[in-house]
């Protein structure tokens, strides 16, 4: 039997999943206020980025890096700060996979309140480089298939 033209042949989608985690604004993380220092923002989201390779990926940043020779270069970020966060706040991450390709990944992390006040949020492009080569290498498929649970 043909398929009728512009059929789509759509398979059900689970649901994604959002990776979580809370983090408490320390004295490193701020100007002499006690405000969130800017660019403490990239310590922070990167840490969430660390959590969610070593907590939901089962492949731990000291893994990756020291045993097996691969990496995550960022390759493009866009940041934006909606409302500051003070000296011992809690912030609640949230991270989700946008787009993932061969060797990149488009992700999505956001920082709130306790309350749901968004305070900051960032798109992170990452691609994934073994260190014995000079540009990018396809993501492993077992690394890929556990990203994409992710996937909005």
Partial sequence: MTK?????????????KTFSTVKTVRIQHCDPAGVVFTPQYFNLFIEVLEDWFADALDYPF?????KNYTGIPAMHID????SPS???D??????????????TVLL???????ESQKRCSMKMLYG????????????PANLREKME????
Avoid: C, D, Q
């Fill in 4 to 16: 009728p033209r512009g059929s789509l042949n759509l398979l059900p989608r689970m649901s994604s």
């Fill in 62 to 66: 000291a893994t990756m890096i020291s």
């Fill in 79 to 82: 940041a934006k700060f909606h």
């Fill in 86 to 88: 003070k000296l011992g």
């Fill in 90 to 103: 809690m912030l609640h991450f949230s991270l989700v996979v946008e787009k993932i390709r061969k060797s």
């Fill in 108 to 114: 999505r992390i956001t920082a709130n309140s306790p």
């Fill in 128 to 139: 994934f480089a073994e260190f014995k080569t000079t540009g990018l290498s396809a993501w």
């Fill in 149 to 152: 649970e992710y996937l909005k």
